[in-house]
């Protein structure tokens, strides 16, 4: 987060941000009542249960509200910024 950001869809704000993290919970639920019977440890995953391999968090814009990865909204300041 030490770059410039610029929303991709609004393409006006450069200020206002919402950092979004995003933290992976590994559960079992139980398949009848949907209530939560496990939750298990990211090292504890068995074969049959991916690891989360997402974004660890992502950007929204305070303006109009789009929220997508950080790398957009950097690619987004670069491009403009080699406009000028």
């Keep these: 987060m030490t ?10 704000n450069r200020m206002r941000f919402t950092i979004i993290e995003q933290t ?3 559960v079992r ?3 009848q009542t949907g209530e939560v019977v496990t939750e298990v440890a990211q090292e ?3 074969a049959f249960h991916q ?3 997402g974004d660890s968090f992502l ?3 305070g303006i109009c509200g789009t929220t997508e990865s950080e790398e957009r909204f950097v ?3 670069q491009h403009m910024q080699n406009q000028k």
Excluded: F, G, R
């Excluded at 770059?3 to 006006?12: F, G, R």
């Design 44 to 46: 504890q995953l068995d």
């Design 59 to 61: 950007v929204q814009c």
């Design 29 to 31: 639920l139980n398949p």
């Design 75 to 77: 690619k987004m300041a």
């Design 3 to 12: 770059q410039p950001y610029l929303c991709p869809t609004c393409k006006s």
């Design 51 to 53: 690891p989360y391999k």
């Design 24 to 26: 992976p919970h590994y």
